[in-house]
């Protein structure tokens, strides 16, 4: 796979099924036009697929629960996406919001007529909008931002106290979209909403207590859809994501179950009956904590006869799981998986007894799978033009020093080797490879490296107790992991033990810098980005540097600067790059500064290279071709130092 091959990267998302009508989203970058491409595509239940808009920027569709239309986000101009609705028979689409900032999520109401929906409210004057006076200035003469709280930005988002995310509700049968009146204050960010079957409330995601101080729980609320105070429905453990609201009245989640910042814990199914009179109901944890982590990201609860399906993190895999509806603390080897045994699912949806899935693996960026009769059948071939070009990833099992087992994977080069060595660390922590395709493995094996990808503690999927080894014990025992698995790797005969390299992001990024300083004998050179190097200056400069660092290093300023790899800077002697965005408000751009002049004053053979833009989460969504220009400056790191 070569750089420029990410426009391969063909990924179908947010699938959506109602009888015969199956379509799914559809997004791959766009080298031309430097920005992700997306449209929404019809899948033939008999196999194949074609075009239901024609983008270039169309996104997440939903079929009303009658089965008459369609939404979906277009993004048209400079607004952001605007939900669309066109019948579901075909016919023109048609614009039925028209917000500042653009629809971030939605969900039609029961009677497939109203659509409930979030979008962000700026204050007049701010992010091209009119002020009181009715001008418009551009950003940089915008009045200031008067801060009192810690929650006021998040990376890749932007500032959040002056636009806040609130609820409406749009009629769908107007015939242009029409200014709108928010259902919520601008006291709170507010997710995921989601009907009550009488479609008199909406449900919503929120912080704890409204809001009233900065807060990592979050419960749910019942917002009334004809005007009125949101009531508190569900108090949680600790916060809750993505509920689906039954026939029956009851709610289940995706929930985290902490005190204070210590938010390490594998996230479970929840349950509990729908209360709108004022009277917060208790919920109820369908799953085990050790042993199941639920991943919220792939999508709500759906119910299945009996059964509520949910995508689990387990070993790398992330499977279609299946809890019965009464359990209780339900442990991983009691629920029957229906997909994704070695993949990665990453969206399903439910229609009766039939279930629709984009389903990931080590060879694709995702297929459409239908699951019928208990048969499962790929339905589309999107990734057919990579395929050829994937490497493979052979699985691979060590045993650290102190007999643990990590888990991880080799991505094989062409030809019988040696092959030079890349051991490239993930982000996270708390966080794992898969058993899907990763681009960036599959660009450097390509190139002729061997690249060992591990999941060392600290990572998810391997049991809550395997997650939260590292807390408060960074630098320790996934140390010993890393180089344990990649002793293991230089067993093959194909792999050239005296050619390696060290390389990762974030959480990666600060293990590149450590390993480097504390093991840099054995690595030829280094490739750290996006890191965290200093925690002391992390705290106060990073988006969640309030909480972060609590919960993984604590307040004590010499233990900060104990787990800091900045501190051991005058240990680093191997070439050394440093690579950072200007807009990283997670690991912000002082991270990389303060390394690089520390390395520099040394006589470290050390390079800087800063992306204008971009941010954390260059690698994976930037813009394409700050993408292509980043693996080449990698192939061209590593083809001076390795090859």
């Not at 015969?20 to 929404?40: M, Q």
């Not at 453990?237 to 985290?256: I, K, N, Q, R, S």
């Not at 604590?554 to 965005?581: C, M, N, W």
Request: proline letters at 7%; glycine letters at 10%.
């Amino acid at each position: 796979m070569l750089p420029t091959d990410i426009e391969l990267l063909t990924a179908p998302h947010s699938p959506a099924l109602h009888g015969e009508l199956l379509l799914t989203g559809l997004s791959k970058p766009d080298l031309a036009a430097n920005r992700a491409h997306g449209v929404v595509r019809r899948i033939s239940p008999a196999g194949g697929d074609r075009p239901w808009t024609h983008g270039p920027r169309d996104s997440a569709p939903a079929i009303s629960p009658d089965g008459t239309r369609v939404a979906f986000l277009r993004v048209t101009g400079e607004r952001g996406a605007q939900l669309h609705v066109m019948p579901a028979d075909g016919g023109e689409a048609r614009a039925v919001t028209d917000v500042p900032l653009g629809v971030e999520a939605f969900r039609w109401a029961p009677d497939s007529r109203r659509i409930a929906f979030t979008a962000r409210v700026p204050e007049p004057g701010r992010y091209g909008t009119p002020d009181a006076d009715g001008r418009t200035v551009e950003a940089a003469a915008e009045a200031p931002r008067r801060i009192t709280r810690f929650d006021y930005r998040i990376d890749d988002i932007g500032f959040l106290r002056d636009r806040p995310q609130r609820l409406f509700v749009v009629d769908t049968e107007v015939e242009e979209p029409a200014e709108l009146s928010p259902l919520t204050d601008h006291q709170v960010d507010v997710h995921d909403p989601e009907w009550t079957p009488d479609g008199e409330f909406v449900l919503v995601v929120a912080p704890r207590d409204w809001g009233r101080v900065e807060t990592l729980n979050a419960d749910l609320y019942a917002v009334p859809v004809d005007g009125g105070e949101p009531v508190l429905a569900v108090r949680t453990e600790g916060d809750a994501a993505a509920p689906l609201v039954t026939a029956d009245g009851t709610v289940y989640f995706h929930g985290l179950e902490f005190t204070g910042p210590d938010m390490v814990r594998n996230r479970g199914l929840w349950a509990a009956p729908l209360r709108t009179d004022g009277e917060p109901a208790t919920a109820r944890r369908l799953t085990d904590a050790e042993t199941v982590d639920t991943d919220g990201g792939a999508g709500r609860p759906a119910l299945l006869g009996d059964e509520v399906l949910v995508v689990v993190r387990t070993r790398g895999a992330a499977e279609l799981r299946a809890v019965p509806s009464d359990a209780h603390l339900a442990k991983l080897a009691d629920l029957r998986c229906l997909l994704g045994e070695k993949a990665a699912v990453r969206g399903f949806t439910v229609d009766g007894d039939r279930i629709a899935a984009v389903v990931a693996s080590p060879v694709d960026a995702g297929e459409v799978v239908l699951l019928e009769g208990g048969e499962a059948r790929t339905l589309t071939e999107f990734s057919a033009p990579l395929r050829e070009k994937v490497r493979p990833a052979v699985e691979l099992t060590a045993t650290a020093s102190d007999g643990h087992q990590v888990h991880g994977w080799v991505v094989l080069p062409e030809g019988e080797g040696p092959h030079p060595v890349l051991l490239v660390v993930h982000g996270g922590p708390f966080a794992p490879y898969e058993w899907s395709l990763f681009d960036e493995a599959q660009v450097y094996a390509s190139a002729g490296y061997a690249v060992v990808m591990a999941n060392p503690r600290g990572s998810a999927g391997y049991g809550e107790s395997h997650g939260r080894a590292i807390v408060h014990a960074l630098c320790t025992v996934d140390v010993t992991d890393l180089l344990s698995f990649l002793d293991a790797a230089l067993e093959r005969s194909d792999l050239d033990s005296s050619r390696v390299g060290v390389m990762g992001g974030s959480y990666g990024g600060l293990m590149t810098t450590w390993l480097s300083a504390h093991h840099g004998e054995r690595f030829r050179a280094a490739w750290s980005e996006r890191a965290v190097n200093a925690w002391d200056s992390f705290a106060g400069s990073s988006d969640i540097g309030w909480e972060f660092v609590e919960c993984y290093v604590g307040t004590d300023p010499e233990v900060q600067r104990e787990r800091s790899p900045l501190t051991y800077a005058a240990k680093i002697g191997i070439p050394f790059a440093v690579v950072h965005s200007e807009e990283d408000w997670r690991c912000p751009v002082e991270q990389a500064q303060r390394l690089f002049v520390a390395l520099r004053a040394n006589g470290v053979e050390t390079e800087f290279l800063l992306f204008p833009g971009e941010g954390h989460e260059l690698s994976r969504s930037g813009r394409p071709r700050h993408r292509v220009q980043r693996f080449e400056a990698v192939l061209d790191w590593w083809g001076r130092y390795l090859r």
